[in-house]
């Protein structure tokens, strides 16, 4: 069984939409982590949480902001979407942040974002 | 920020075979060099990890060599299968933040 639930696995979007990525996990994981993968870029690291605390950031744009409503959630939103955000956004989580602790990410199946 | 390199970018072999994945970094404050695996359609997983002050780990038909000297990595799978065949992710951790390569994609034909 999936310890890491993605939703929904595609989605489709029409440019400046918005949109909601939705990851849940079961592990009992205290960091968090969004990722995306594209065909230009390389699996490429977004945000960071840790009890639900922003703990890193790479990702320039303010139009995409994480929603931690709980230590198991860490859903994310997309406003103004653009045709360069069609990517597959990949949640991940691991048992700590930071260098000290297990930091193994898990993760989860993806979703596929496409923009048109 | 950190670059983490993959060749090739692609491998076919026959079932049975060995092969060889290397990965190199840029930057020297990496410490810990997590590997995974991406089967088609699937999520990736991890596989296999070395820190920095290692030189060697083995895990089953997976020998994972770091020299920390070269800033450089190898991949090792022996007897290969076609359940291997996927994509192939070297990381690189640095700052509490995980650098992926681009991903080697290996076939193994039966």
């Known amino acids: 069984d999936p310890k890491i639930i993605q939703k929904p696995k595609y989605l489709v979007a029409v440019t400046g939409s918005e949109k909601i990525l939705i990851c849940e996990q079961y592990?009992?994981?205290?960091?968090m982590y969004w990722y995306r993968q594209s065909a230009k870029k390389p699996l490429e690291f977004m945000f960071s949480?840790?009890?639900?605390?922003?703990?890193d950031n790479q990702t320039a744009s303010s139009r995409f902001q994480p929603q931690s409503s709980k230590k198991n959630h860490l859903d994310l939103q997309i406003t103004a979407l653009k045709p360069d955000d069609s990517a597959t956004y990949f949640c991940?989580?691991?048992?700590?942040?930071?260098?000290?602790?297990?930091?193994?990410?898990?993760f989860g199946a993806g979703t596929r974002l496409s923009v048109l | 920020g950190e670059q983490v390199e993959q060749l090739p970018s692609s491998l076919i072999v026959q079932e049975g075979a060995s092969v060889l994945i290397n990965c190199s970094y840029t930057d020297s404050a990496s410490v810990y060099f997590p590997w995974y695996k991406q089967e088609p359609g699937k999520r990736l997983q991890f596989i296999i990890d070395i820190r920095s002050n290692m030189e060697r780990k083995q895990n089953q038909r997976l020998t994972l060599l770091f020299d920390k000297k070269t800033k450089h990595l190898s991949l090792h799978i022996t007897a290969t299968q076609p359940g291997d065949s996927a994509i192939y992710f070297c990381?690189?951790?640095?700052?509490?933040?995980?650098?992926f390569g681009d991903g080697t994609q290996l076939v193994v034909k039966p």
């Open positions: 949480y840790s009890y639900q605390k922003l703990m």
């Open positions: 990381s690189a951790r640095n700052n509490n933040r995980i650098f």
């Open positions: 592990l009992g994981h205290n960091a």
């Open positions: 991940a989580s691991s048992q700590a942040w930071g260098l000290r602790g297990q930091n193994t990410l898990y």
